[in-house]
């Protein structure tokens, strides 16, 4: 029997990926009766949906966050252990995005496509990293897919962080940080680097970390910044989302240095805009040579393109002899989580 | 390089005087000669090199980068040098990395043939950080906001040497500055400044209030113009002519008209001017001849260069600033009568008896290029810097308009999580707000809060950092002057606006008219 077309049992429908012989959506943007979720950041999990299928951790996140309406049937899936839905296998596969992070593995009657949702190839202490999966269709995001996107290693920014606490005594450092996965590598990190003092955090943060613990992930001394003295804080690292660095809530802070870890702060305007002191290149998701890396490791002859800067990447991996082409896919976050 | 792409990043992205100092002398402090003297040098603009075109790097770039990604990316950065120092591939062995002090000489002995192999080898041997700092140094466009007095305060503050005696030394050296460095750290000697076309640290004056005159006896004052254009010195050896401006940058290219009618030998202090006859024309005129790369000879013709000189500092060797106010006077009335130069002449002292009199002059129409008057003590020794009650100036009144909040943007550092930089407008023929300026002081911090919740809960419009707010809040602005602009819509540029008060209570169809501005525009 010859194998199917991807293209003709996966297609892209307004609701998300749609593997239509297991009738399952991938990460759909609107309720459905059949999910399938990479991931537990906010523009690929989402509420309302009736099954289901995550990795615990996900299925975790999604309850803390969505609590009653975080999926009426949910169903844990077990890294590297096939689910046979109808005629589909679906295997899901470390990330190494975020906490419960998965690449999606479904085989169907020998064609083999691989969803791969959010990705890094760096270490990462609070996830297990990413593993290559052979494949006919790697589908993978471009959110750094330019080649001026490369992190650099994240010791080194660490380092930067805890330099500009010794030369800052008296002023707190705070550090903007997405809630689930940059917030909680960041504070891991740091526990490496040697850093043992307490951490203190925003309340959007708190919750998170106590999940992240759940799992395993020792975080070390965390305090609440908004129970905490200006005194307490002088010299002390703070950790925010994003947007409360430029909000209100900093000026509880003694003269606060802004830092904010993300791979976009690789661009000086972008952090100049933001009013940044102390950028930080840390990002959870893969840059552009570990794109192109990732595509030679999965070895898949066709690769799509989902959401990011994609015509660099289907220009680039059209160099290498492979066949390319953007997914029109709506509702993912072009900044990346 | 690394040490010194890190600095130049904290500079970049710190605000604050204060931490951009700590990171200056930390980096003079740990950096070894004679790398931090060539960075000083570059930091401040005093560094000569042979630089490289941007179209130079995009053929390096171009050698190694698919064009087409390149184009992409350089679409998405936006600046020339930050594209290439992240989009330099990394080689498999890279060589060592050069220091700062290799970089500069070696481009300094290099044929002009030889530069862009030299550039490609080092970018290959560096990060993406000090690449960013390579290619901005060598395409000349180090520009990261630290003045000779920033970087003279942080020398200073390497050992026990005042700011003053590091700024009396230092313009006359030269890159790398070896003998700069071992004075500051009291390893050293102070260099010898004497022979030299050296510029020297000029006097600064205080501004006074109106209810400080009470304690000054007017009798131990004299008064002068306060000229509206730029404070320069000039230092004469022979036919050897240079002109600094107030912060020791060489602004003499720029009026050769002026520079070449000059000899003698003096160190001068005064007010560069334009105008026919010695009669000053307004600094709009004036600053139709800076900031220009080549001197256009209709311009030097229609607005002819000259100075009016209120301060003498050396005359031949002789160092006068010690001399108090009115002896240096009788010297520099001298000098300029005995050698009658056509560019020059003498700021005029203003009689007084009360300063109720000045407050008359002050007022006065007769000295329209005036922007006040200066205050000096009869007996003050000409001091570097800006000493206590020794000079004040007084300034005229400043003019009010009231305008309309148009746009707040984010502030930086201790201000970043309020709106605090405020552009307003006032009305133009078609009742639509024109902008007119941009305010960001001027308010107490308990204003400001209040400002800044009026911007939140008034917001139409965002644009990254910036919100449009609803034509609802009066603010009184006050400036000191107004020029024409083509760079502005409403064809007006304000100098130095700032809000005055905040008028809760005024509609905000009763703001200013353009029509009303425009009458303050010079003829
Ligand atoms: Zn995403
Ligand atoms: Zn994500």
Redesign the interface.
């Known amino acids: 029997m010859s194998q199917p077309a991807p293209a003709d049992w996966i297609k892209v429908t307004p609701v998300g990926l749609h593997v239509v012989p297991a009738d399952l959506h991938v990460d759909p943007v609107r309720p459905v009766a059949r999910a399938a979720i990479t991931h537990g950041h906010g523009d690929h999990a989402r509420p309302g949906h009736d099954a289901v299928l995550a990795t615990a951790e996900t299925l975790a996140i999604m309850k803390a966050r969505f609590a009653d309406d975080s999926g009426r049937q949910p169903q844990a899936a077990r890294y590297g252990e096939p689910i046979r839905l109808g005629e589909v296998e679906v295997t899901f596969m470390p990330a190494g995005h975020v906490l419960g992070s998965a690449q999606i593995l479904f085989e169907y009657r020998g064609s083999r496509v691989v969803v791969s949702g959010d990705y890094k190839r760096r270490r990462d202490p609070t996830c297990p990293p990413f593993e290559p999966v052979a494949c006919d269709v790697f589908i993978t995001e471009a959110t750094f897919g330019l080649p001026v996107f490369r992190h650099p290693d994240d010791r080194d920014e660490i380092a930067k962080l805890l330099a500009a606490r010794d030369r800052e005594p008296e002023r707190a450092i705070l550090v903007g940080a997405y809630a689930l996965g940059k917030c909680q590598r960041v504070i891991a990190l740091l526990r490496e680097a040697g850093h043992d003092a307490p951490i203190y955090l925003h309340g959007a943060q708190e919750a998170l970390c106590r999940l992240y613990e759940s799992f395993g992930v020792a975080l070390g001394p965390l305090r609440s910044a908004t129970e905490a003295t200006k005194a307490e804080l002088a010299g002390a690292i703070v950790l925010a989302p994003p947007g409360a660095t430029a909000d209100r809530w900093m000026r509880r802070l003694p003269d606060p240095v802004t830092a904010v870890a993300s791979g976009w702060m690789r661009i000086r305007q972008r952090a100049k805009q933001r009013g940044v002191e102390l950028p930080l290149v840390i990002s959870d998701h893969a840059d552009w040579d570990e794109l192109l890396q990732t595509v030679e490791d999965v070895n898949a002859p066709e690769v799509w393109v989902t959401h990011g800067r994609e015509e660099a990447l289907i220009h680039a991996v059209t160099l290498t002899g492979r066949r390319a082409r953007a997914l029109a896919l709506v509702g993912f976050d072009e900044e990346g989580q | 390089m690394k040490a010194f792409a890190e600095l130049l990043d904290g500079l970049?992205?710190?605000?604050g005087r204060e931490?951009k100092l700590?990171r200056l002398t930390?980096y003079f402090r740990d950096t070894p000669d004679p790398d931090r003297g060539y960075a000083l040098a570059a930091l401040t603009g005093n560094l000569s090199l042979k630089t490289a075109k941007p179209a130079m790097i995009r053929q390096l770039v171009a050698e190694r980068?698919?064009p087409?990604?390149?184009g992409?990316?350089y679409d998405?950065?936006?600046?020339l040098a930050?594209?290439c120092a992240?989009?330099w591939p990394t080689v498999a062995e890279p060589a060592q990395t050069p220091r700062l002090a290799r970089v500069i000489e070696d481009l300094q002995a290099a044929h002009r043939a030889e530069v862009p192999g030299l550039i490609a080898r080092w970018l290959d041997s560096l990060?993406?950080g000090p690449r960013y700092a390579l290619l901005k140094l060598v395409t000349g466009g180090l520009r990261v906001g630290v003045s000779a007095g920033l970087a003279k305060t942080a020398l200073a503050r390497l050992g026990a040497v005042p700011p003053e005696e590091i700024e009396e030394v230092w313009h006359a050296l030269a890159p790398p500055y070896e003998a700069l460095f071992a004075y500051a750290e009291g390893r050293g000697p102070r260099p010898d400044t004497t022979e030299k076309l050296t510029f020297r640290a000029p006097m600064l004056a205080h501004p006074i209030d109106e209810d400080e005159f009470a304690a000054l006896d007017p009798a131990d004052f004299r008064a002068e113009w306060k000229w509206d254009g730029i404070r320069v010195q000039l230092v004469l050896r022979g036919h050897e002519v240079r002109m600094f401006s107030r912060t020791g940058e060489d602004v003499g290219p720029a009026f050769p008209d002026l520079l070449e009618t000059l000899h003698g030998e003096a160190t001068l202090d005064g007010e560069l001017l334009v105008g026919e006859a010695l009669s000053p024309s307004g600094f709009a005129d004036l600053q139709q001849r800076l900031n220009r790369k080549t001197v256009d000879r209709a311009l030097m013709q229609r607005y002819p260069a000259f100075m009016r000189v209120y301060d003498i500092l050396f005359e031949g060797s002789e160092d006068l600033r010690p001399l108090p106010f009115d002896a240096r006077r009788e010297r520099l009335a001298a000098w300029i009568g005995r050698t009658a130069l056509p560019r020059l002449d003498l700021s005029p002292l203003i009689a007084f008896s009360s300063w109720d009199d000045l407050v008359d002059h002050r007022l006065s129409s007769g000295a329209s290029a005036a922007e006040g008057l200066m205050l000096k003590r009869r007996d003050s020794p000409y001091v570097a810097g800006r000493p206590k009650g020794l000079w004040y100036k007084w300034k005229r009144d400043p003019h009010l308009v009231d305008a309309v909040l148009m746009y707040a943007q984010?502030?930086?550092?201790?201000r970043?999580?309020f709106y605090s930089d405020f552009t307003f407008g006032v009305w133009a023929d078609d009742d639509a707000l024109v902008p007119v300026g941009k305010a960001y002081f001027g308010f107490t911090d308990a204003e400001l809060v209040e400002l800044d919740k009026w911007v939140r809960n008034n917001t139409v419009n965002r644009f990254?950092?910036v919100r449009e707010v609803r034509a609802g809040l009066v603010l009184e602005i006050a400036f000191e002057g107004l020029a024409r602009s083509n760079r502005h819509k409403s064809g007006v540029a304000m100098r130095f606006p700032r809000i005055s008060r905040i008028r809760w209570d005024k509609p905000p169809a009763e703001a200013d008219r353009l029509e009303a501005l425009s009458r303050l525009l010079p003829p």
Do not use: N, Q
């Open positions: 970049v992205y710190t605000p931490a700590r930390a980068v698919d087409i990604l390149f992409w990316s998405y950065v936006g600046d930050e594209t992240l989009i990060d993406a984010r502030g930086h550092g201790k970043s999580s990254g950092p």
